[in-house]
């Protein structure tokens, strides 16, 4: 009974639309760069689990061990990124 018709959009000509400009390429990494960040980033999250696991079973030294693993996964991947970002593909 009360049905409303959906306002039309009128679609405008190719000439009229706002033309967007071109997005810049991304930059190309090398593949042992990127292979080295996810091994970085599983290794990072699976020792913090471990070490989170064993510190609430009450085994704080390999708890401990096992967060001292994980900051130095945080250290190696700020390293790989200081490498990442001087050893870019070029186009």
């Known amino acids: 009974m009360g ?16 033309l967007k400009e071109p997005e810049p390429p991304l ?9 080295a960040r996810i091994a970085i980033v599983s290794s990072l999250g699976f020792s913090a689990a471990v070490g989170i696991f064993f510190l609430i079973g009450g085994l704080w030294q390999i708890g401990l061990a096992a967060l001292a693993v994980a900051s130095g996964f945080i250290l190696l ?4 990124e200081r490498l990442a970002g001087s050893r870019r593909l070029p186009e």
């Open 3 to 18: 049905e409303r018709a959906a306002p039309q959009q009128q679609e405008r000509p190719e000439e009229e639309r706002p």
């Open 77 to 80: 991947m700020s390293a790989v």
């Open 27 to 35: 930059p190309r990494m090398p593949l042992g760069i990127v292979v």
